[in-house]
């Protein structure tokens, strides 16, 4: 695999002659490349956590079926998205794909807002670990500590095991999900197993899930939103490129193994919970003073106590699951931000001897335990505050993002035309615009439920300056990136600069349909 810059001005922190830094070559396979994005999408947390909300305040019995719809539109916008992936590898993911594919103007905006959501969601998963965590202890230990000592714990554990290269990792997420994968699986099948109202499929229907189905005060778009916001983090599959064995094959693979898996596993748990509980009393539940009890009780009811108690530690070991994944994508931008020589140039050191991004890892521990002290010293709620606020702004960026990643396939392979080879009207033209038309529709689902959303932390400053920091991280890295290309173009030509190649050719799958 070669490394380079595109242009030839980077600069770079190695030796002389050996070209910019690398991460460790081939320490992950497709497994540990969907361990890692499956992880970061926490299904036993967002089962937990966004489940409820939308059956007891959105779609109702509806739920499973909005699930479906994201599955449908996630996948749709993942054609485009791999590929992209297939021609352009590097840790900088979206960052490095607008830049090349669209603009280094855009690119930079690209680079800085996902940079930005990762950054700051690892200090609210800390947050919703250490409430998870305090929970457990409390209930099955009588022990009343402080939800800052887990967050600590938690900092110091994720920061330690990013350290080394990223297989390590992979293995413990791999673990952790499995154990949840299994858990959330005997839940839903002893609820489809006893159905007190019967077996319904109604839920499953896309068009159930566009309406109350007499929620009283429902909201379909938040119903909507929470099953959009459960996907988090798959774009992630390209971040992983350079240390994968095979990423022109591997990435792709792992991005739609990733978003159907999770959409379909979703949808089985949502519909198992529904019909476990019966509708009626899945809104009750749901919408009731412990949201949680939505998977507890059926849990209980239909499995034991102990399955319970199992739940309620996996959840623990789910939110660190997540914060793990989330700390590693982190370090990755930080660390190609640092290679490409735009920011503190050592963020793009590579470990001598485990080849991982160790300084921009020990720079998002920092900067995670800080905005954790920042929460402590102000008396927020690390779930309801830190971890939901943090939450809402990574989501609207993220999707921002998105869909600047379906502008950017267009360009690149019908404006630009690189890669004829590879261009199809559906794989690389109408795919790209049907997701992007997707990922501004959640925007604006995003946006006009932002405040259901956010619930009682709707009062506070953060939430009220969300908007002006999605626009000030969106036109304030635009404005910069214009400034550079014209005072400081040496500068400018490193945005999105580095990128590997496989020198061996990748054959394009046959897709005569999609020509």
Known sequence: ???????????????????????????????????????????????TGNLPVAVGFGNGLGAPGGFVIATIVLSIFSVGFVALARHITAA?????????????????????????????????????????????????????????????VGLVAIAALSHFDISVAAKVLGVVLVCEIGMLTLT????????????????????????????????VGLGLLMAFWSWVGFEST???????????????????????????????????????????????????????????????????????????????????????????????????????????????EAHPKHASPWVASLTQSVFAAALVAICSLTGSDPYADLFVLVAILATLLLLIVQTMCSVATVIYFHVKKQHPETASWWRTLL??????????????????????????????LFFKAIPYLVVGLFAGSMTVALYLRKARPELYERIGSTIFDDHEPVPEPESPAGR
């Open 1 to 47: 695999m070669a490394v380079s810059y595109d242009q030839g001005t980077g600069a770079s922190d190695s030796a002389p002659g050996q070209g910019p830094a690398t991460l460790k070559r081939g320490a992950i396979g497709l497994a540990g490349v969907v361990f890692m994005v499956v992880a970061f999408s926490a299904p036993i947390t967002a089962m």
């Open 92 to 152: 900088g993911a979206f960052y490095t794909f607008v830049s090349r594919a669209w603009s280094k103007v855009p690119g930079l905006a690209a680079g800085v807002m996902p940079m930005v959501t990762y950054m700051t969601m690892e200090a609210g998963l800390v947050g919703i670990f250490s409430a998870f965590a305090d929970q457990a202890f409390t209930t099955q230990f009588g022990l009343d500590l402080p939800w800052e000592i887990y967050a600590v």
């Open 188 to 219: 839903a099948v002893a609820g489809l197993a006893h159905h007190p109202d019967g077996m319904s499929f109604t839920s499953l229907s896309p068009l159930t899930a566009l309406n109350t189905n007499g929620v009283a005060g429902g909201v």
């Open 238 to 348: 390209a971040i992983y490129g350079e240390e994968s064995k095979d990423p022109k094959r591997i990435v792709p693979r792992a991005t739609m193994i990733a978003v159907i898996g999770i959409g379909v596993f979703y949808t089985f748990i949502s519909w198992g919970v529904v019909v476990g509980n019966g509708p009626a009393k899945a809104v009750e539940l749901a919408s009731g003073p412990t949201p949680f009890d939505l998977l507890y009780v059926p849990t209980a009811q239909y499995l034991g106590p102990w399955a319970v108690t199992v739940f309620e530690w996996l959840v623990v070991g789910g939110s660190f699951a997540c914060a793990l994944a989330i700390h590693n994508s982190a370090a990755r931008y930080l660390f190609a931000f640092g290679r490409d020589g735009l920011f503190w140039r050592r963020l793009g």
């Open 431 to 460: 795919a790209p615009i049907i997701g992007g038309l997707g990922m501004v529709y959640v925007i604006y689902l995003m946006a006009s439920n932002m405040q259901a959303a956010a619930g009682a932390a709707s009062d506070t």
